[in-house]
């Protein structure tokens, strides 16, 4: 209700057919949950659901809002939840008290939105971190602890999927993906690879393997190799698709934003549809995976598919 309250008093809505208060995906340490809403609100509840505390970062930042509402998602690592908060005007990306909500780094951003979330890169010294962030026309890797750049690569990006990682490279949604090998602290990152055959749309890449899997806004999907970017194959699936694919076993789960659920057998040479279903909701939040089932959200229910018992 507070945040309701909170939100309705700005006077603004969210019209974009693809978004909703919920669009960021919750992240957690174990301890805590942390789950950010379009009108940048933070919250921090416990294991049971009961507040810790609430940052309104629209209360302290007005300017930092774009006309579809954010859709980034925090990550949370040695203490620190990160978010991306990346529009037209106050443009920002911040390191925030996991146990207290207090802002313990803050940076400028490049004034475009961008949807993309951030993802954790170890750099190499010892247990160090670095935070990737993914812009409109960059890439860039920041220390988890103090926010301090560590490399840049400028290119335009994607904005909406995010990166995805494999043996210290980062799989950047640009020129179809594009696979960076940062370096010491200091330089720019070595492009290791560029594929146009593995371009994500909407949907975030994902690595499981040694292979990468991209989905296109029409139902490609795509594998290819994580290190070389060398294509595979091509199985065209029913779109339209939104949500990110997620991958269990051998299986990878594609559900498009229909309802039409796709679960495809992994294969060296080829995949193949093993089975569907169609659920004939609205799907475009990314499916999740736990305790023995995958959950799935649409704009009416949330479902866990599992094994009986």
Same mark, same amino acid.
């Given at each position: 209700?507070?945040? %309701? !309250?909170?939100?309705?008093?700005? =006077? $603004?809505?969210?019209?974009? /057919?693809?978004?909703?208060?919920?669009?960021?995906?919750?992240?957690?340490?174990?301890?805590?949950?942390?789950?950010?809403?379009?009108?940048?609100?933070?919250?921090?509840?416990?294991?049971? &659901? *009961?507040? +810790?505390?609430?940052?309104?970062?629209?209360?302290?930042?007005?300017?930092?809002?774009?006309?579809?509402?954010?859709?980034?998602?925090?990550?949370?690592?040695?203490?620190?939840?990160?978010?991306?908060?990346? *529009?037209? #005007?106050?443009?920002?990306?911040?390191?925030?008290?996991? =146990?207290?909500?207090?802002?313990?780094?803050?940076? /400028?951003?490049?004034?475009? /939105?961008?949807?993309?979330? /951030?993802?954790?890169?170890?750099?190499?010294?010892?247990?160090?971190?670095?935070?990737?962030?993914?812009?409109?026309?960059?890439?860039? &890797?920041?220390?988890?602890?103090?926010?301090?750049? +560590?490399?840049?690569?400028?290119?335009?990006?994607?904005? +909406?999927?995010?990166?995805?990682?494999?043996?210290?490279?980062?799989?950047?949604?640009?020129?179809?993906?594009?696979?960076? !090998?940062?370096?010491?602290?200091?330089?720019?990152?070595?492009?290791?690879?560029?594929?146009?055959?593995?371009?994500?749309?909407?949907?975030?890449?994902?690595?499981?393997?040694?292979?990468?899997?991209?989905? #296109?806004?029409?139902?490609?999907?795509?594998? =290819?190799?994580?290190?070389?970017?060398?294509?595979?194959?091509?199985?065209?699936?029913? &779109?339209?698709?939104?949500?990110?694919?997620?991958?269990?076993?051998?299986?990878?789960?594609? +559900? *498009?934003? %229909?309802?039409?659920?796709?679960?495809? $057998?992994?294969?060296?040479?080829?995949?193949?549809?093993?089975?569907?279903? %169609?659920? =004939?909701?609205?799907?475009?939040?990314?499916?999740?995976?736990?305790?023995?089932?995958?959950?799935?959200?649409?704009?009416?229910?949330?479902?866990?598919?599992?094994?009986?018992?």
């Amino acid at each position: 209700k507070l945040w %309701e !309250r909170q939100f309705w008093s700005t =006077g $603004r809505t969210m019209c974009h /057919p693809k978004t909703c208060m919920a669009a960021p995906t919750p992240a957690s340490d174990g301890e805590s949950i942390f789950a950010f809403f379009a009108t940048n609100d933070l919250f921090c509840l416990d294991l049971d &659901g *009961n507040l +810790i505390w609430l940052r309104g970062l629209a209360h302290d930042y007005p300017n930092a809002s774009n006309a579809t509402g954010m859709a980034s998602s925090p990550i949370v690592a040695g203490g620190i939840v990160v978010v991306q908060v990346e *529009n037209q #005007s106050h443009s920002f990306a911040a390191g925030i008290d996991a =146990g207290t909500g207090v802002n313990i780094w803050k940076i /400028p951003r490049g004034s475009n /939105p961008s949807w993309s979330t /951030p993802v954790l890169l170890s750099y190499g010294d010892g247990d160090a971190a670095a935070v990737v962030l993914e812009s409109w026309d960059l890439v860039s &890797g920041h220390d988890l602890r103090t926010g301090e750049q +560590i490399w840049v690569h400028e290119e335009k990006c994607y904005c +909406i999927p995010s990166c995805a990682l494999h043996e210290g490279l980062v799989l950047v949604p640009s020129g179809g993906l594009t696979a960076l !090998r940062p370096g010491a602290r200091g330089e720019a990152p070595e492009v290791a690879w560029r594929s146009t055959r593995l371009r994500p749309a909407t949907s975030s890449p994902v690595v499981h393997r040694g292979s990468v899997y991209a989905l #296109s806004g029409a139902g490609v999907l795509a594998c =290819g190799d994580a290190s070389s970017g060398e294509a595979r194959w091509q199985l065209r699936l029913k &779109g339209p698709y939104s949500s990110t694919p997620v991958i269990a076993g051998e299986h990878i789960f594609c +559900i *498009n934003e %229909e309802g039409g659920v796709h679960v495809v $057998r992994l294969g060296a040479e080829q995949g193949e549809v093993a089975g569907q279903a %169609e659920l =004939g909701e609205t799907i475009l939040a990314s499916p999740a995976i736990a305790q023995g089932g995958i959950f799935i959200r649409s704009d009416r229910h949330l479902w866990k598919f599992g094994k009986k018992k």
